[in-house]
């Protein structure tokens, strides 16, 4: 990476380097404010994603310390709007949960050098209690640890080993099938699948298998031809052709019927569609990723599933670990949403201490909206405190 020609008129003549901090922590923004100091450094701190915007506007940055969990837009989102806005800033990715800087490059510039060597003496271990959002290429800080995937909280060795795998098979053409139970975020990681993959650019369609009924299945999945059924008053493809060049999501495979299920199979071996009353064959280039929360395996023993059809989908398994199974991850999880839903608003450690112990049934979706909860319960006030939860 090669340091920007204003950053490298700033080393030669010693003038500060211009810095801008943006992060909606202030415990993190004070220790990083108490290690980068001048002379060498001119540190001005944001606490959104807007107000950065209004700060690079008015004043001339040049470094940004990205702390990637902002609360009013999306990290990677952000960046790229300031490195269209403001092409010459060097943007440096914090680890939200330590501190560090996310060095993505071997050979880091010197601006970045000296930072990272300001800001490891001494352990800022516990200077966040978020928990970072992948904001493009994977990243590492001192090791192998990946620290997410956009929309997924979580540093626990279980969710470590979940981006590992996505972003592996991510690359590929490769069936991908996602199992874990209801609530663990299978969803986001079909979203990442295909937000990582070559087809980014194309079409992500989503069919949830257990949401439609039935008898309109078929339809909605290959189309259907004009006059095949009553009402049937024109031709109309299938989400699956809606799909060409991208992803197709099949959510809730497991509640697929049989009589579709041969249909299915053959789509996959073929790459290609017949519209319900139709005779013309249709070729799709559509790759395809599966999620559920049944055991097909299990399913498929019992003649409730195809046994062929649940091979031909589990090329790549990629498991979600319950919460109860992550229990490092609660605390993370609970402040995000807590930021999400009532910026600003301060937790009692007593929020922490009955929410650790809490078995979570439902998963995230039942942690989130335990938060959402608490948010309207606290009607306007700034801690939120154990009468706040219901569980």
């Known amino acids: 990476m090669t340091a920007p020609p204003l950053l490298k008129a700033r080393a030669e003549d010693q003038q500060p380097v211009h810095i801008l901090l943006v992060s909606p922590n202030p415990r993190l923004r004070l220790q990083l404010r108490e290690k980068i100091g001048a002379p060498r450094w001119s540190m001005t701190e944001a606490g959104s994603g807007a107000e950065a915007l ?13 702390d990637p969990m902002l609360p009013d837009i999306v990290a990677n989102e952000f960046s790229a709007m300031v490195l269209q806005r403001f092409p010459s800033i060097e943007i440096l990715t914090l680890n939200a949960q330590t501190g560090h800087l996310l060095l993505a490059n071997a050979s880091p510039t010197p601006v970045a050098s000296q930072l990272t060597d300001l800001i490891y003496r001494g352990s800022i271990a516990d200077a966040s209690q978020y928990s970072a959002v992948r904001t493009g290429s994977p990243v590492r800080d001192g090791g192998e640890a990946r620290t997410g995937l956009r929309g997924m909280v979580g540093s626990s060795a279980p969710m470590q080993r979940v981006y590992q795998l996505t972003e592996m098979v991510a690359r590929s053409e ?3 099938l996602i199992t874990g139970e209801s609530g663990t975020g299978k969803d986001l990681v079909a979203q990442a699948i295909h937000m990582i993959s070559p087809r ?10 257990a949401a439609i009924p039935e008898a309109l299945l078929e339809a909605e999945l290959f189309g259907y031809a004009k006059g095949a059924f009553t009402g049937a008053m024109q031709s109309r493809i299938g989400r699956i052709h809606a799909a060409h060049g991208g992803t197709l999501f099949l959510d809730e495979i497991g509640d697929m019927p049989l009589s579709l299920q041969s249909k299915i199979l053959r789509f996959l071996e073929q790459g290609e569609v017949q519209r319900l009353g139709g005779n013309d064959n ?6 395809v990723v599966a999620a559920t929360n049944a055991d097909l395996k299990s399913l498929s023993q019992q003649k409730l599933f195809r046994e062929d059809l649940y091979y031909r989908l589990a090329v790549f398994p990629v498991q979600l670990p319950p919460l109860r199974e992550r229990e490092e991850d609660v ?3 609970v402040e995000t949403f807590a930021q999400k839903f009532c ?6 450690p007593e929020v922490f201490d009955l929410l650790r112990t809490h078995t979570w049934p439902g998963n995230v979706r039942e942690l989130r909206n335990t938060m959402e909860r608490a ?5 306007g006030e700034r801690v939120l405190s154990a009468r706040h939860i219901l569980l």
Do not use: M, W, Y
């Open 282 to 287: 249709l070729k799709v280039d559509v790759r």
């Open 200 to 209: 980014a650019k194309h079409p992500f369609a989503v069919v949830n298998c």
């Open 54 to 66: 209004e700060q690079l506007a008015s004043r001339c940055t040049e470094v940004l310390l990205l």
């Open 174 to 176: 490769t069936t991908v």
């Open 375 to 379: 948010a309207i319960l606290l009607n």
């Open 343 to 348: 910026p600003g608003v301060r937790i009692a």
């Open 331 to 333: 605390l993370v999880l």
